[in-house]
C-alpha cells in the first residue's frame, strides 16, 4: 500500500510570512496526527483528527498555527504569521488502530 | 506535559557488537513503540509493545514493555553498519489511537 504523502519536502520562509503544508493519509486511516520535530528533539504532538474532527489539539499554539482535515481524507496545516522558532520538521502519521505510519515530513526553515 | 528519558543520547560501537537503550516515564504508558530514523526521512516502526511484561523480537531487534508500565528496553544484537541511526521510544497512555509521546532519541554511531 502507498505510504503516508507531504508536501512540500522543504520550505524556506522569512518570519512572519505564511506557510501551509499538505498531508494525505493511507487510504481507509481514520486518525490522523501532525507532529513538530525540532532539530534534536523527538516528535510532539500538535494536533489528532479522527475523520475530519478535531479529537486532540491541546499542543497546538493556536495564536499562529491551524489545521483541518477536509472530508475526513487530506490535511493541511498552517502557520500565519511564522516565527523563527517554527523552523522544524512537520511530520503528518496515520493510523489504522495502534499501528502509526509516518510521512516523511516537511522541513521548514524561517529565516 | 508527560516525558520520556531515553538513554544513552548517543553511543560510539563497533560493528558486531550488541546495543541497548531504555525509555523511562514517570507515567504510566499502555503501549509502547520502537521507531527510528533515518536522515530526512519519517520515524519507521521497529516494534510495538501493548502488555506490561511483554518480550518481543522482530529479527536481532528485542524489546521488552516493563512490568510497572512505566519503562521499555530496546536491544540490537550483532550490530551492521545499516543500524546507524537514530532510535526513539514513544509511548502512548490511552486508547489505541492516542498520538504518541516521544523521547529525545538515541543516536547510534558505527565505528569502522
Known amino acids: 500500500e502507498a505510504g503516508v504523502a507531504q508536501s512540500p519536502r522543504y520550505k524556506i520562509i522569512e518570519k512572519r510570512q505564511s506557510v501551509a503544508f499538505w498531508c494525505n493519509p493511507i487510504?481507509?486511516?481514520?486518525?490522523l496526527y501532525w507532529y513538530q520535530q525540532i532539530l534534536g528533539q523527538g516528535p510532539k504532538l500538535l494536533i489528532q483528527?479522527?475523520?475530519?474532527?478535531?479529537?486532540?489539539d491541546s499542543q497546538l499554539p493556536k495564536d499562529r498555527f491551524s489545521a483541518e482535515r477536509l472530508k475526513g481524507v487530506d490535511s493541511t496545516l498552517k502557520i500565519q504569521p511564522a516565527k523563527l522558532e517554527d523552523s522544524a520538521v512537520y511530520l503528518c502519521?496515520?493510523?489504522?488502530?495502534?499501528?502509526?505510519?509516518f510521512g516523511p515530513g516537511t522541513r521548514l526553515t524561517v529565516l | 506535559g508527560q516525558q520520556l528519558n531515553q538513554s544513552p543520547q548517543s553511543m560510539f560501537i563497533q560493528e558486531g557488537e550488541d546495543v541497548s537503550m531504555n525509555c523511562t516515564s514517570s507515567?504510566?504508558?499502555?503501549?509502547w513503540l520502537w521507531y527510528k530514523q533515518d536522515p530526512g526521512e519519517g520515524p519507521v516502526l521497529l516494534i510495538a509493545?501493548?502488555?506490561?511484561?511483554e518480550l518481543t523480537s522482530n529479527g536481532r531487534l528485542t524489546a521488552q514493555f516493563g512490568i510497572t508500565r512505566k519503562d521499555s528496553f530496546l536491544n540490537i544484537s550483532a550490530s551492521i553498519p545499516s543500524d546507524v541511526g537514530i532510535y526513539f521510544c514513544?509511548?502512548?497512555?490511552?486508547?489505541?489511537?492516542?498520538?504518541?509521546?516521544f523521547g529525545k532519541g538515541t543516536h547510534l554511531i558505527i565505528q569502522p
Open positions: 507515567s504510566i504508558f499502555n503501549t
Open positions: 487510504s481507509g486511516h481514520a486518525t
Open positions: 502519521a496515520s493510523s489504522y488502530p495502534g499501528q502509526d505510519s
Open positions: 514513544a509511548g502512548r497512555s490511552g486508547g489505541g489511537a492516542d498520538g504518541l509521546t
Open positions: 483528527f479522527q475523520n475530519n474532527g478535531v479529537v486532540d
Open positions: 509493545l501493548y502488555k506490561a511484561g
